[in-house]
């Protein structure tokens, strides 16, 4: 697998699981009181949204630069895409993806 591939996995996952943490973190800060630590660290909770938005866009240039590299259908890369923005699902769709790579790169050896 190629470096590109080996960077979309990794960026795939830390989003992933940074998108978890972004939800559990908002849900917890509107089903606690004040005092609590959500709320009490709300900047903190904020720099780490911010930094999931910046992996993000980065796993989209990844997406795009694979789709391109790979000739995936625009409704795989759509797909793909939007199912990065869900949790839980982003891993399925990581896992989608990769297997895709290894597919195509199995009938380019051959």
């Known amino acids: 697998m190629s470096g590109l591939a080996k960077a979309y996995r990794v960026v795939a996952y830390v989003v992933g699981i940074n998108l978890i943490f972004v939800i559990g973190a908002w849900i917890a ?3 606690t009181d004040d005092s609590s630590w959500w709320n ?3 900047d903190l909770i904020g720099i780490i949204d911010m930094i999931h938005g910046y992996l993000f866009m980065a796993l989209l240039v990844l997406i795009a630069i694979l789709s391109r590299r790979h000739h995936w259908k625009p409704a795989f890369v759509i797909t793909t895409m939007l199912f990065a923005t869900v949790p839980f699902v982003s891993f399925w769709a990581e896992h989608r993806a990769t297997a895709a790579i290894r597919a195509d790169e199995a009938t380019a050896a051959a």
Do not use: E, F, G, P
Request: charged fraction near 15%.
């Open 40 to 42: 009490r660290n709300s």
């Open 29 to 31: 800060q509107l089903s």
